[in-house]
């Protein structure tokens, strides 16, 4: 399905698709709208999707974002006026952390909240130790200035981990990698900051809206237990885990993801 860009006076590049309910999607760190391509074509024979490029990854210019609500603001400023508030929010690893900042900044403008690999908060904290450590987000941190492309190798490896299609989704992650240019090292070193210092637990828990944790069953950097135990302790909250799938569920298990996006988005609450 052919995609359009709404206004390329934006510094934020954004491809729409489709006809219907609005979902917007928000990519991870170092990626960009362009991983969610065949994803965003399946539901845009439902829904009208807008991909969004982060700040400084593929097509979108870096502007100095650093705080979490920085990237809100930037992110409501640049969506299409035509978007039909509220509208659904997917968002992937550090996508889902600014899309549940958004839920919980302007809740009106949110219907639903799909969190593919993400939580509230990326890394251990006292009473949250089903996360990544914050050494490994260190050492991305310290490693990023000393060789940019093969820290984001070893990111994209970190991601499919235990994955049962592991060699293959790391050649297409990687393939897919630089096809939109190099995200800023800046945006990079931001990015880093966002997940090593975000928590959203008490937002999360305080959130009445309807939210689906999807994750991976092989996922080393969201354990499912962290989203097994966020949902326990939400009314709002339900949870689905993709048997054999590491970090990017949506790609390893294209099918079985979009069927629960569907029957989620689908279900009136």
Not at 41 to 51: G, I, K, S
Not at 67 to 88: C, H, K, T, W
Not at 105 to 110: A, E, K, L
Request: charged residues 20%; hydrophobic residues 40%; negative net charge.
């Amino acid at each position: 399905m052919k995609a359009e860009r709404l206004d390329p006076s934006s510094p934020i590049y954004i491809e729409s698709f489709g006809a219907g309910s609005d979902i917007v999607l928000l990519h991870g760190w170092g990626m960009h709208g362009g991983y969610w391509t065949e994803l965003a074509n399946e539901l845009a024979t439902q829904f009208r999707v807008h991909c969004v490029d982060l700040p400084g990854h593929g097509y979108s210019e870096y502007q100095g974002e650093q705080s979490i609500y920085d990237y809100v603001e930037v992110i409501r400023q640049a969506l299409p006026a035509s978007i039909n508030f509220p509208a659904i929010f997917i968002g992937w690893s550090m996508g889902g952390l600014i899309a549940q900042a958004l839920a919980h900044q302007h809740p009106d403008r949110v219907s639903k909240l799909v969190l593919v690999a993400s939580t509230p908060s990326f890394v251990q904290r006292d009473g949250w130790a089903n996360a990544t450590s914050e050494d490994v987000l260190q050492g991305f941190a310290d490693n990023l200035a000393q060789d940019y492309k093969s820290t984001l190798n070893r990111f994209l490896a970190l991601q499919v981990r235990g994955s049962e299609q592991q060699k293959n989704n790391l050649r297409e992650l990687r393939a897919r990698l630089f096809e939109r240019g190099e995200a800023t090292q800046a945006a990079l070193n931001a990015g880093l900051g966002l997940l090593k210092e975000v928590d959203l637990r008490d937002e999360f828990s305080a959130s009445t809206i309807p939210t689906l944790l999807l994750g991976g069953e092989r996922d080393t950097l969201i354990p499912q237990q962290a989203l097994i135990e966020l949902s326990s302790n939400s009314n709002n909250a339900q949870v689905k885990i993709i048997d054999k799938a590491g970090h990017a569920p949506f790609l390893s298990h294209p099918e079985q993801c979009l069927n629960h996006i569907k029957q989620f988005c689908r279900h009136e609450h």
